[in-house]
Nanobody, 128 residues
Framework: QVQLVESGGGLVQTGGSLELSCAAT????????MAWFRQVPGKAREFVGS??????????YYGDSVRGRSTISRDTYKNGMSIQINSLKPEDTAVYYC???????????????????WGQGTQVTVSS
C-alpha cells in the first residue's frame, strides 16, 4: 500500500519561507491527485493546495489563504511533491498534512473526504 511521509516543517520567522516535501513509497503516485491540508487545534482541516494530472499536464490549485505566495511542484523521479510557502504569517502555524487519491475528482478535491491516503503530518510554527 502507498504510504506518505512529510518533511520540512519547523520554526520559521514571520516573513520567511519554507518548503515542505511529501514522499510516497509502496507504489507510484504519478497519476494520483496529491494535496496539502493544514489543521490547528479547534478548527477543521483546511485545504492548502493540490496537483492533479489531466491529459499529461499537472494542474495546480491553491486555497485562499496561500494563493499568490505558494508554489506546488510534482517530482515524478522522487515519486512525491513539495510546496513552497513565502511571506509566512503566524496564522500559517499548523500541522501540515500530505494527502493523495487515485481519483482525480472534480469539485470534490478541495475536501478532505476525497482523499484516501494521508501522511502523519509535519508541524510548522511561524513566530515574529
Amino acid at each position: 500500500q502507498v504510504q506518505l511521509v512529510e518533511s520540512g516543517g519547523g520554526l520559521v520567522q514571520t516573513g520567511g519561507s519554507l518548503e515542505l516535501s511529501c514522499a510516497a513509497t509502496g507504489g507510484s503516485v504519478t497519476d494520483f491527485i496529491m494535496a496539502w491540508f493544514r489543521q490547528v487545534p479547534g478548527k477543521a482541516r483546511e485545504f492548502v493546495g493540490s496537483s492533479r494530472r489531466i491529459h499529461g499536464t499537472y494542474f495546480r490549485y491553491y486555497g485562499d489563504s496561500v494563493r499568490g505566495r505558494s508554489t506546488i511542484s510534482r517530482d515524478t523521479y522522487k515519486n512525491g511533491m513539495s510546496i513552497q510557502i513565502n511571506s509566512l504569517k503566524p496564522e500559517d502555524t499548523a500541522v501540515y498534512y500530505c494527502a493523495a487519491s487515485p481519483q482525480l475528482g472534480d469539485e470534490t478535491f478541495r475536501k478532505e473526504s476525497h482523499y484516501s491516503l494521508w501522511g502523519q503530518g509535519t508541524q510548522v510554527t511561524v513566530s515574529s
